[in-house]
Structures are given as structure tokens and as C-alpha cells.
């Protein structure tokens, strides 16, 4: 199916690594020019040379998504060339207690996604088909063992776009989350369990269904389907995807 991506301008914080580089790489193989973010230059350096050489169009800065200025700077620029997507994936990944995982889970999580949204906001309203789509987690759908600054966070990302979807309605500007469950990549979180915390990581596996973690390509996919103008009537949706993990009921 062509998601009629192609030609399309689209913002991807956290470019580098696990469901970041994955939505990255479908939606430039879908035809989008895809501009980019992460923390390492290095890293954002060497993924950018690597999409180029595959034929995609591609762009890259290195940018800590904390830094408000920054942030704001690097959406602007990338505004001079049009905006019809933007994807807010950072999480700080700050489990456990303590004021600085607030601060931080509130910087990153929460306030990264509002900045992002607000800078992009006069290049989307300029678009025919905007859409934004934030990467929140099913820890912020129900109590697990990252209830506290991260989960709530999380939680309040799937109410701020459920906000945005309605208010912006009327300009034609889409607004949707994608909430993952367990998703195991090398050097990811859950890589990082399985080898620190071997128990954790055989609890939270006995909890999938599946009988296994789910890729960042399958939540690429969310991403991209719920970005695609084909999902024009899709909007202020929290679309889980975790093969069954969780067992709230949506309704």
C-alpha cells in the first residue's frame, strides 16, 4: 500500500536509536524527506551518511530535546523548507523516584512534545495533510512498574494531544499517540535488563502474550500509518501497541 508519504516533509526527534531511527527509516522509504534529531553528533552524523547512501533524503542535528532554544531553533529551520509531519518520540526513560526524574520525565517527555508541536505549528497549519504524532507508552495507560514521573508523563502526553486533535480540528491538522508496549532492541532499555536485571526482564516477558518483546519496526509502523493522509478521519487516538499486554479496556 502507498501511504502517500512521498514528497512529504516530516520532524523525527530521536533519530538514532530504537523506534526513532525506525520510524526515520520508513518514512524516508516511504518517500518523505525526514529531518532529525539526537543527542550525539557522532551518531547523527554517521545515520545521516548511511540513509544518504541508500537514496533517501535525509538531515540530521545534534540537539539535546531538554534544551527549549535548540529545539525551537532546529524546527524553525527545518520550517523554512515545510513541515507536514512531526513525530515527538524522546522519553527520558527516567524510572524511579526522586525530583530530578520528575524534572527531567517533565522536560523531556512532556514539555519536549509541546515545544516541538508549538514551534511547528505555523509550517502545519500551512500544510494539507499535518499531522502529529506523539510516542507516549502503555505505562501511561495503566499502573506498572514505571507508575511514577514516567507514567504519569506519559499519561499526560496522550492528554495533551487528545487536546490538540480537538482544537485543531478545524485547521485540518491531525493529532494522534502511539502508545508501545515492551520493546527490546540492542542497546535499548529492555537489552539493558536482560542483562542487569535478568528478573525484571523474565517478569516482563511472562507478561506478553506474544511470548515476546515487540521491534521498533512495528511501532514504526504505527507512526507512519497514523502520519499517512490516508488516516485523514484518524485523529485524537491513542493507538496501543503492545501484542496484547495490557488488559484495559478502551472504550
Known amino acids: 500500500m502507498d501511504l502517500q508519504l512521498a514528497g512529504r516533509k516530516a520532524l523525527v526527534t ?44 535525509v538531515a540530521g542535528r545534534a540537539l539535546d530535546v531538554a534544551d527549549a532554544a535548540a529545539l525551537t531553533e532546529w524546527v524553525r ?5 515545510g513541515i507536514d509531519i512531526v513525530v515527538a518520540n ?10 530530578e526524574n520528575w524534572r527531567s520525565s517533565f522536560e523531556v ?39 511514577g ?17 480537538f482544537d485543531l480540528a478545524a485547521k485540518g491538522i491531525r493529532a494522534n499517540v502511539v502508545s508501545p508496549g515492551n520493546v527490546y532492541f540492542p542497546g535499548g532499555v529492555w537489552a539493558n535488563v536482560e542483562q542487569g536485571n535478568p528478573e525484571l526482564f523474565a517478569t516482563a516477558m511472562g507478561l506478553n502474550p506474544t511470548g515476546r518483546m515487540g521491534t521498533p519496526e512495528e511501532t514504526a509502523y504505527a507512526v507512519a500509518m497514523l502520519a499517512s493522509p490516508l488516516a485523514s478521519r484518524i485523529s485524537g487516538t491513542n493507538l496501543v501497541v503492545d501484542g496484547a499486554l495490557t488488559r484495559g479496556v478502551q472504550l
Open 77 to 81: 529551520d527545518e520550517g523554512e523548507l
Open 149 to 165: 514521573s514516567y507514567g504519569v508523563m506519559k499519561a499526560a502526553i496522550v492528554h495533551y494531544v487528545s487536546g490538540l486533535a
Open 14 to 57: 530521536g533519530g538514532t536509536k530504537g523506534i526513532g531511527a525506525a520510524v526515520v527509516d520508513l518514512l524516508a522509504a516511504e518517500g518523505a524527506r525526514v529531518a532529525f534529531c539526537a543527542r550525539s553528533e557522532d551518531e547523527v552524523l554517521a545515520r545521516v551518511n548511511a540513509l544518504g547512501e541508500k537514496g533517501y533524503d
Open 90 to 99: 524522546v522519553s527520558a526513560l527516567a524510572i524511579g523516584a526522586g525530583e
Open 109 to 147: 517527555d512532556l514539555m519536549h512534545t509541546v515545544r516541538m508541536v508549538e514551534a511547528a505549528m505555523p509550517y502545519l497549519e500551512a500544510s494539507d495533510a499535518a499531522s502529529v504524532v506523539a510516542v507516549s507508552s502503555v505505562s501511561g495507560r495503566e499502573i506498572d512498574f514505571a507508575d
